[in-house]
């Protein structure tokens, strides 16, 4: 099972291995309260394609395809992820972004579980 939290809410056991997938370190959260296993940022957009994308809703659709074409070389990360969720059962992709539907977790969540786009 791998399933995506916000990094601000309460660590819980029912996380598994918990893997913040984040760039930058979100901001007030101490690593002692973050209780991260990993912090993978070889999986996190680009810092060009973060910038441009600024968690604009209108850009969420070609940030999709930018991103998902930034992660077609980053097999080993990928896999990395998916041999934790085999050696663990539960993985939690730690994000910050404050809106949970737009965020690029929710791309990575997908594509390590390798479910289509719902248009």
Same mark, same amino acid.
């Given at each position: 099972? !791998?399933?995506?939290?916000?990094?601000?809410?309460?660590?819980?056991?029912?996380?598994?291995?918990?893997?913040?997938?984040?760039?930058?370190?979100?901001?007030?959260?101490?690593?002692?309260?973050?209780? !991260?296993?990993?912090?993978?940022? $070889?999986?996190?957009?680009? $810092?060009?394609?973060?910038?441009?994308?600024?968690? $604009?809703?209108?850009?969420?659709?070609?940030?999709?395809?930018?991103?998902?074409?930034?992660?077609?070389?980053?097999?080993?990360?990928?896999?990395?992820?998916?041999?934790?969720?085999?050696?663990?059962?539960t993985v939690t992709l730690l994000y910050a972004a404050?809106?949970e539907k737009i965020t690029?977790?929710?791309?990575?969540?997908?594509?390590?579980?390798?479910?289509?786009?719902?248009?």
């Amino acid at each position: 099972m !791998i399933k995506i939290k916000r990094i601000y809410k309460d660590p819980d056991e029912s996380d598994g291995y918990r893997i913040l997938v984040d760039r930058l370190w979100p901001r007030g959260v101490s690593k002692e309260r973050a209780k !991260i296993n990993l912090w993978l940022k $070889d999986v996190t957009p680009s $810092d060009k394609l973060r910038k441009w994308y600024s968690h $604009d809703p209108k850009k969420w659709d070609e940030f999709q395809k930018k991103y998902e074409m930034e992660l077609v070389g980053k097999t080993d990360s990928l896999d990395e992820i998916r041999t934790m969720e085999k050696n663990q059962k539960t993985v939690t992709l730690l994000y910050a972004a404050r809106d949970e539907k737009i965020t690029h977790a929710v791309i990575l969540q997908r594509i390590l579980l390798g479910i289509s786009e719902k248009k």
